[in-house]
DNA sequence: AGAATCGCCGACCGGCCGGTCAGTAAGCCG
DNA sequence: CGGCTTACTGACCGGCCGGTCGGCGATTCT
């Protein structure tokens, strides 16, 4: 079912992204990602945006048909990503380690590069009181899967990891440790023992290294007192 | 500031959780806990959660202060929890890889035999838009931490783990896959690849197997095809 | 020059929101 | 028995919600 205005002739329709976007349907969308990424699509109202975009709210419903289109605009524009950078990372040269390591920081570096982006598509995935969005999102997060599990299915191809773990538990262990950086880092910020809100790198590299060698110690280490770590 | 009502002589005042609730009182919240873990403070209106409860709306004002007191109230019962059986675990008996994979499961549990207590923590966490609540989940996130990052300091300094690895980024890489798997578990359940959906056992054994001992291959493993992961 | 179109908006709509008021019935106490 | 307290509710409140209507000025087209 479409809740976008049929095209006047002439008229700007700004509900499904096609042409161009004149100057305040851009004001508008842009108000509305931001807010809606910041708040929800519930604990915003349309006289919020209205006010965020410098135009009236009938202006806002001049150019999309309902306040949930507008959610759904935001949500498509969020959406429309390639996983093509994956797939280079994962089709180019390099060992399997290295390649771990550059792919978590490619998957994090987008994130942290667009939060609101990211805000948006992860609240849709996670939040599963409404069917709104879903697939949209649901549509992204499949398509980064199979560009992101393909790297680990070729490493464990190529003996590089180990062949009795199934490619998908590394993926999402990997995932995992970025989603919970992206989402809980303001809340880790508190943490004095959490050293790693403002140095992403640094979180990564040793999550990476965790992941490729584990948190045992290997079995010819001798026993009894173990060196602190390197702060 | 407390949006509390002062308690009159007698008469019930179910804000702060105090004396046993009253039926009514008791019907309201549990209805307001199942609304608010599942559609979010805005997504839900006191008229929603009285027809729930099969009461008036004046009702639920009669025993709470405010929409807000009320969800403050859910929160804080779903605060009350201790990390007892954290506590329990890393002090007990056994080695240390054992410990997590029983740290790991119990954590789990506790977030799948009670999903709404667990929505409605999380996401005070991780939506950051307002404080309402945020202090309170807060709370309960660092008291967790504290005990559950202890078996990863115990286990290093027992030599059972690398000493070269930060406790807390094992921590978190146990927390950030039991979380995702939580949230993301309908999501993952649509996907042909991941078959842990309906097995949080096996989920957490692999993870936990790649938590101890790494993705990459042992350097002792023949390079060229690897065996096939067990199905 | 006049008509048509476009981008915009103030005023307004009905409905829902959180919350209050004034009241009822039942139970308890002196 | 009368007064008080408690648990509860229908009706109502002002404000805000999403959305519409009728209109304006500028621009474009014939």
Redesign the interface.
């Known amino acids: 079912m479409t809740d976008e205005k049929p095209p006047a002739a002439g008229a700007g329709d700004c509900d499904a992204i096609t042409a161009p976007l004149c100057g305040g349907a851009r004001q508008i969308l842009d108000a509305a990602r931001r807010l809606f990424a910041?708040?929800?699509y519930?604990?915003v109202s349309v006289h919020d945006i209205a006010a965020a975009a410098g135009v009236s709210k009938a202006n806002v419903f001049h150019h999309f048909t309902s306040k949930e289109a507008l959610y759904l605009t935001t949500l498509r524009e969020a959406a429309l990503q390639t996983a093509a950078e994956v797939e280079s990372l994962v089709a180019g040269p390099g060992d399997h380690?290295g390649k771990?390591r550059a792919l978590a920081g490619l998957i994090l570096d987008k994130m942290l590069q667009d939060p609101q982006q990211t805000r948006l598509l992860l609240r849709e995935?996670?939040?599963?009181?409404t069917e709104r969005g879903r697939e949209l999102a649901?549509q992204v997060?499949?398509r980064n899967?199979q560009a992101e599990?393909s790297l680990?299915r070729q490493?464990?191809?190529?003996?590089?990891?180990?062949?009795?773990?199934?490619?998908?538990?590394?993926w999402?262990?990997m995932?995992?440790?970025n989603?919970?950086?992206f989402?809980?880092r303001?809340?880790l910020r508190?943490?004095p023992?959490?050293?790693y809100a403002d140095k992403p790198e640094a979180?990564l590299s040793?999550?990476c290294?965790?992941?490729?060698?584990?948190?045992?110690?290997?079995a010819s280490?001798?026993?009894?007192?173990?060196?602190?770590?390197?702060s």
Chains 1, 2 share one sequence.
Not at 209 to 217: E, I, K, R
């Open positions: 910041e708040h929800s519930e604990g380690a771990l995935l996670l939040e599963h009181g649901q997060f499949e899967f599990v680990f490493a464990q191809h190529c003996g590089a990891f180990r062949g009795d773990v199934d490619p998908v538990i590394g999402l262990a995932i995992a440790a989603m919970t950086f989402l809980c303001d809340v508190h943490n023992d959490f050293n979180f040793a999550v290294d965790v992941l490729l060698h584990g948190l045992a110690a290997p280490a001798a026993p009894g007192r173990s060196r602190e770590p390197v």
